[in-house]
T-cell receptor, first 114, second 112 residues
Framework: SAVISQKPSRDICQRGTSLTIQCQVD?????MFWYRQQPGQSLTLIAT?????????ESGFVIDKFPISRPNLTFSTLTVSNMSPEDSSIYLC???????????FGPGTRLTVT | GESVGLHLPTLSVQEGDNSIINCAYS??????FIWYKQESGKGPQFIID?????DKRQGQRVTVLLNKTVKHLSLQIAATQPGDSAVYFC???????????FGKGTLLTVNP
């Protein structure tokens, strides 16, 4: 397994501003992912964070809105840019180790945009 | 059943009963399936997984059944306890990108 922390745990932001969410893992992992979970909904993959290169985004998500960094094998950030109330969600990072499919999730960042 | 908007499928059981949570998946090429439990205010927690070359796998108090013919997955929880109350998600994956596609989720409520 892996111990994953996210900062901040929650935030209330004004529309038009940006928030950067950090994800820290206690050990090196092969892959890191960012998900969005809108209120009462399931999880939707935003992007795969690639170490040392640009993230791979899913359909409907773009780099200008959700820039992602992954400078090393234990850390990644997701920025939610130019926020609107529709961005109010829980943002979760997950990690995969080795060749297993199993992913472990962080506790999430609950974002409210007013 | 289907969930629309904020309305998750729900299952309410009595403490001590067995629970069965169902999931239909869409991609016949998926070869890995996983169940997560999400308690309020927390991230999803791994419960059990199964590969497509199996049709049943057991863990502690949990069993996952896979029916590839009808693309159906189920999670059975034995002797359900109040601490099992949560939202349960199934997820599927296939291919070398290891991406997970999540189902809609089911809210399990255990009554003491």
């Amino acid at each position: 397994s892996a111990v994953i922390s996210q900062k901040p745990s929650r935030d209330i932001c004004q529309r038009g501003t940006s928030l950067t969410i950090q994800c820290q893992v206690d050990s090196q992992v092969t892959m890191m992912f960012w998900y969005r979970q809108q209120p009462g909904q399931s999880l939707t993959l935003i992007a795969t964070a690639n170490q040392g290169s640009e993230a791979t985004y899913e359909s409907g998500f773009v780099i200008d809105k959700f820039p992602i960094s992954r400078p090393n094998l234990t850390f990644s950030t997701l920025t939610v840019s130019n926020m609107s109330p529709e961005d109010s969600s829980i943002y979760l990072c997950s990690v995969k180790k080795g060749r297993d499919y199993e992913q472990y999730f962080g506790p999430g960042t609950r974002l409210t945009v007013t | 059943g289907e969930s629309v908007g904020l309305h998750l499928p729900t299952l309410s059981v009595q403490e001590g009963d067995n629970s069965i949570i169902n999931c239909a998946y869409s991609n016949s090429a998926s070869d890995y399936f996983i169940w997560y439990k999400q308690e309020s205010g927390k991230g999803p927690q791994f419960i059990i997984d199964i590969r497509s070359n199996m049709d049943k796998r057991q863990g502690q108090r949990v069993t996952v059944l896979l029916n590839k013919t009808v693309k159906h997955l189920s999670l059975q929880i034995a002797a359900t306890q109040p601490g099992d109350s949560a939202v349960y998600f199934c997820a599927e994956s296939g291919g070398s990108n290891y991406k997970l596609t999540f189902g809609k989720g089911t809210l399990l409520t255990v009554n003491p």
